[in-house]
């Protein structure tokens, strides 16, 4: 109770009992509770450069300090929004230094003040800085040289600083003295832009000393150490004077490229060309790199000892000889740097062809220069240079044999950043002929944006490109906004496959409207939409919820393998699925079109499996097969239409079946023809078969009729002659194989079968229309088979013919069968049958006689078809055998 004192003891506890009491404490008396807060956010956060991996990072202090524990601060590449700390406990301080970032780099920082109670806002972001060293004046200029002498005036070159303090050199000053005076004296009261001076206004014979300072936006730097006592006193030598402004680029473990300015003083002749000497630093002999002149002002010195240091000089040569040696280098050591890149080659989005550089070392005072044969280009006209951040390129603007030879480029306040690239005619041939295949404006598409959802709602939106480089970027939008790599939207790329895809774990509401994909690769292009609003964006989201819904049922009864289907070896239709997370009390069903479907048997749960096995499939079985499972903790069902191409894949299966099954071919000989039969295990006409006479296909027709029963198919060879010997192939298609079986139909295997067939063939020959005119004589002949011979009736409208001399009937050779009608008349005309019949059965032939009157028209009739038998079964035609 708040106001009362209390005092507290305690007392441990094991299976023996109670302790001893501790002893008790002092009077506590409750004071009155004030919520404890959070410190707020702090003020103005500012970034400064500091050194090229580290930035200074100052912030106001929160309004509202309540027992703070100190600060967390926070860093991000800018463009990123990918947030890390930068320190792991609190800081007491309102400034901090943050260390190991990359040189070159751009960074955004953020703070958060920390108490007991827990941490405050973030602050206000700062202002995008990028990581260099802090500005400074340059340091000093270097190897002041004498380059000619007239008596009266000198001229001097000098180095620049190696470090220009993080801003471009304005300029150099000078400061000259004679060696016997104390007092040194300004050259010039504006800056030189140039490393070389003439000072004049000198006493000839005098001896002079000279020191240089550099400047920057910073200030003036400090001069350089006095050079050497200079005497003025004319050159008159023949010989030229010394090459000057010695400096070493593309350091590498055994090799450097070194390079110098001509002589101002050129002798008595123009300057020919160039020796240059080297030596290890301390070592005694110079030693000749190359042993004939060089008539350009720069050399690749090989062949050197990688760790090594070195010292060189240059020689300058004209008709009068060598002249004057240049100052000493200074020493370089022969080793690569660290992480030191070299010129790429490539071609461009629009197939423009480049070779480009990366310096993550430069500064603001940083610059490019690209040379071809060490010479600075100028050459608008054949190339163009971009330069952007620590990046620049060289473009080739019209590339041919002309751009053939040594690329090199460096970059300025730097340990010596420069590299070289050796364009040679196979290197310039593949450039462009990459550039020649960028011309397809578009990236082509396996697949636009879609989207599936996965089991438990995640809705995946995907795409898939025919081809992606590994320079190929993308970018999602959604309702005209970017979205990146995040927990909420996971995406990614697989440059390997083409596919782009962005998975968003929680679909709701809110997430109506346009989704976009967009591609560059080199100078193509592509974009794909998906529009998902209004009914399509309900589908979506209802599928979505129910999937979660699904994947929580999933906890009680479910099919662990929906239902599928094979096809046994008996050529059954067997459904299948797998179950899971059953019990006894767990009911399984089977239904068609939402039918209690009865089996035999229960189908075993525990076992996993369940199965429903369809004989010989047919249109009848189209339908909805379901196999459901309920219990107390949920209930799943699981659906199979036998429709459509399922259908189709099934007949397909059971031709595989049946083909492997299928018999030789068979000869049955029928009173039509003779018949060629393959049994096999069940047939169906939805097969896909053909039938085949001398490799052509045979389609069906009255001659050659193609049908079949459950157990097989045939060919029905109608009224065959001499064509119709041959090879006959009959062949089923299981949707990858032709399963054939074959039969050569000639020789003793055609002459058995037909004289069969003409034992069953009883009539042929009437003609099934006869057109006669009054008085004439009719004749209609026929010719009879069969085996025994047959019985032959005549009929006229389906009577009996009474013979007599009007009507006669004759039999020659037990095989030609005639009637003849004397004097036709009008009455005569009618129907005419012939019956023919033994004990394996008969037909009959009807033949139409029309008869006419002496001067009519001779009535318009088709031309007479041969008449078609109409066969009588054995029962009926010869009863009792």
Request: glycine residues 6%; contains cysteine; aromatic residues 8%.
């Amino acid at each position: 109770m708040e106001g009362k004192s209390y005092v507290f003891r305690v007392l441990s506890a094991n299976r023996h009992g109670l302790s001893e009491p501790s002893e008790i404490t002092s009077p506590i008396e409750l004071s009155p509770w004030v919520a404890p807060i959070v410190p707020s956010a702090p003020g103005r956060v500012l970034a400064s450069r500091n050194t090229k991996t580290s930035v200074v990072v100052q912030w106001d202090r929160p309004k509202h300090e309540e027992d703070l524990l100190g600060y967390y601060v926070d860093c991000c590449v800018a463009g990123t929004n990918h947030w890390e700390p930068c320190n792991h406990k609190p800081i007491g301080y309102n400034r901090f230094v943050v260390h190991g970032l990359t040189t070159g780099e751009q960074y955004i920082f953020r703070v958060k003040a920390v108490n007991a109670v827990g941490m405050s806002e973030n602050s206000q972001e700062s202002d995008v800085i990028k990581v260099q060293a802090a500005l400074t004046v340059p340091s000093h200029p270097y190897g002041i040289t004498l380059l000619n002498c007239d008596g009266h005036s000198m001229t001097l070159g000098w180095k620049v600083p190696k470090f220009s303090g993080g801003s471009p050199i304005l300029g150099y000053y000078l400061d000259k003295r004679e060696v016997h005076h104390k007092n040194w004296h300004e050259v010039n009261s504006s800056p030189s832009k140039q490393t070389i001076l003439t000072v004049d206004g000198l006493t000839e014979g005098s001896l002079y000393e000279f020191k240089i300072a550099a400047i920057n936006l910073a200030g003036i730097g400090e001069p350089s150490d006095p050079s050497e006592h200079f005497k003025c006193e004319a050159w008159t030598m023949p010989e030229p004077g010394p090459a000057y402004d010695l400096t070493f680029c593309e350091v590498r473990d055994t090799s450097l490229v070194m390079l110098w300015k001509a002589p101002v003083y050129s002798g008595s002749s123009p300057v020919s060309g160039y020796f240059v000497d080297f030596r290890e630093v301390d070592a005694g002999e110079w030693i000749t790199v190359n042993q004939t002149t060089t008539a350009n002002r720069y050399l690749k010195v090989c062949d050197l000892q990688q760790g090594k240091t070195y010292v060189f000089r240059v020689r300058a040569v004209n008709a009068n000889g060598v002249g004057k040696p240049s100052d000493m280098s200074e020493p370089v050591l022969v080793e690569a740097r660290p992480g030191t890149k070299e010129i790429s080659a490539g071609v461009d989005e629009q197939g423009n062809i480049y070779l480009a550089f990366d310096c993550q070392e430069m500064t603001d005072a940083s610059q490019f220069t690209w040379c071809k044969s060490y010479e600075e280009i100028a050459d608008d006209e054949r190339f163009k240079i971009e330069t952007v951040g620590d990046h620049s390129k060289l473009y080739l603007k019209n590339p041919d044999k002309e751009d053939l030879g040594t690329y090199s480029v460096s970059v300025s306040d730097t340990d010596g950043v420069s590299s070289s690239f050796v364009l040679d005619p196979e290197e310039l041939e593949r450039l462009m002929a990459l550039s020649n295949e960028i011309k397809n404006p578009t990236i082509p598409l396996k697949s636009e944006l879609a989207y599936e959802i996965f089991d438990k709602g995640q809705v995946r939106f995907w795409l898939q490109a025919e081809h992606l480089s590994p320079d190929a970027s993308y970018r999602f939008i959604i309702n005209d906004r970017e979205v990146s790599d995040s927990e909420i939207h996971r995406i990614k790329c697989d440059k390997a496959t083409g596919i782009i895809e962005m998975v968003m774990d929680r679909f709701t509401i809110e997430n109506e409207g346009t989704y976009t994909v967009q591609i560059h690769d080199g100078k193509a292009k592509s974009q794909s939409s998906l529009v998902l609003i209004g009914d399509a964006f309900r589908t979506v989201l209802e599928e979505a919820e129910f999937q979660r819904k699904e994947f929580l049922r999933k906890q009680g009864p479910h099919f662990a393998e929906q239902l599928h289907w094979d096809v046994t070896e008996e050529c059954e239709v067997r459904l299948v699925c797998k179950v899971a997370n059953t019990k006894k009390e767990t009911v399984f069903k089977w239904l068609k079109d939402d039918v209690l479907y009865e089996t035999e048997t229960l189908p075993d749960l525990e076992r996993g499996t369940c199965q429903l096995l369809i004989p010989k499939l047919s249109k009848k079985d189209h339908g909805e097969y379901k196999a459901t499972l309920k219990d107390d903790r949920g209930q799943d069902a699981s659906i199979l239409e036998i429709a459509g191409k399922v259908y189709d894949d099934m007949i397909l299966a059971m031709s595989r079946v049946c083909g492997k099954s299928a018999s030789p071919l068979k000869i049955l000989c029928t009173p039509e023809g003779i018949r060629l039969q393959c049994f096999m295990k069940y047939f169906t006409e939805e097969m896909k078969v053909n039938w085949q006479h001398k490799d052509a296909k045979i389609s069906s027709s009255e001659h050659m009729r193609i049908g079949g029963s459950e157990e097989m198919a045939w060919l029905q060879i109608c009224e065959p002659t001499e064509k119709d010997k041959g090879k006959y192939t009959f062949e089923i298609f299981d949707g990858k194989d032709n399963h054939q079986r074959s039969l050569d139909l000639s020789g003793q295997a055609f002459d058995e079968a037909f004289a069969e067939f003409q034992q069953l063939k009883l009539i042929g020959g009437l003609p099934d229309v006869v057109t006669i005119m009054e008085g004439k004589t009719l004749n209609l002949t026929c010719t009879v088979f069969g085996n025994p011979d047959p019985e032959v009736v005549w009929f006229k409208n389906d009577q009996d013919i009474q013979l007599s001399e009007h009507f006669s009937v004759k039999v020659e050779q037990a095989k030609y069968v005639s009637m003849t009608i004397k004097g036709v008349t009008s009455e005569d005309s009618g129907k005419y049958s012939i019956n023919v019949k033994n004990k394996y059965g008969g037909e009959k032939i009807d033949v139409t006689v029309s008869v006419y009157k002496h001067g009519e028209k001779i009535p318009d009739v088709a031309p007479p078809q041969q008449a078609k038998p109409k066969l009588i079964p054995a029962s009926a035609s010869a009863p009792g055998q």
